[in-house]
């Protein structure tokens, strides 16, 4: 079975400019999760979705970011305009529920350079 | 206050030796659970195990064992007879089910080198 897809892995792009993140969860999960992680605040938790409904939006650092999930197999994180201090690694997760205990799986991630 | 810490940043081993990484988590919650996860160098997070408040068996796979300990709040990993694809950072996690939130705390990881 596929695992949760991400793309594009690696992205480049020069201050000011829009990023779009793509993530395809794994097929039946219910849930999925989008992270950051950076050397200074390791893993953090960015918004989660369950049945393509944002839950939890608090971890949205400012407005640039957006979240969509507009079907159950697709998730847009888009940062708008982008600054040098969102260079990081952006993983996509999914989990088969929406509850604590289930086990989230995580995507290859992206890993973004803002310049 | 740190939910899980992992106080060991970095640990380098010689291959077949034992090593054991170090988790201890913080909740006020009855019912959580614990899980760790591999990021080997190509960046990937990988699921390794997960374990409810309730169950503090041991476990094993193959070469890996945990050993969970509500008395210490601690939920440790040991590799036995590392190898160097084992070399990784390793993540211990923490989920409550009373937050409300489906959120996973994360430690801050431990850096494993098994140097061959």
């Known amino acids: 079975d596929a695992g949760v897809i991400q793309s594009p892995r690696h992205e480049v792009t020069e201050m000011g400019q829009e990023v779009t993140l793509r993530c395809k969860p794994i097929?039946?999960?219910?849930?999925l999760f989008w992270y950051r992680q950076t050397m200074m605040r390791g893993l953090e938790l960015l918004i989660y979705f369950n049945n393509n409904v944002p839950i939890d939006d608090s971890g949205m650092p400012e407005d640039r970011f957006s979240a969509k999930m507009p079907n159950a197999s697709f998730s847009t994180l888009k940062i708008q305009p982008s600054e040098p201090r969102d260079s990081a690694v952006y993983f996509c997760?999914?989990?088969?529920?929406?509850?604590?205990?289930?086990?989230?799986?995580f995507g290859p991630g992206t890993r973004l350079l803002v310049l | 206050a740190q939910k899980v810490t992992q106080a060991q940043t970095e640990i380098s081993v010689v291959e077949k030796e034992d090593v054991t990484l170090d988790c201890v988590y913080e909740t006020r919650d009855t019912t959580y659970y614990l899980f760790w996860y591999k990021q080997p160098p190509s960046g990937e997070l990988v699921f390794l195990i997960r374990r409810n408040s309730f169950d503090e068996q041991n476990e094993i796979s193959g070469r890996y064992s945990w050993n969970f300990q509500k008395s210490t709040s601690s939920f440790n990993f040991t590799i036995t007879a590392s190898q160097v694809v084992d070399s990784a950072v390793y993540f211990c996690?923490?989920?409550?089910?009373?937050?409300?939130?489906?959120?996973?705390?994360f430690g801050t990881g431990t850096r494993l080198t098994v140097i061959p």
């Open positions: 997760a999914s989990s088969e529920e929406g509850t604590p205990h289930e086990t989230q799986y």
């Open positions: 996690a923490l989920s409550e089910l009373q937050t409300g939130a489906n959120n996973l705390f």
């Open positions: 097929s039946g999960h219910n849930s």
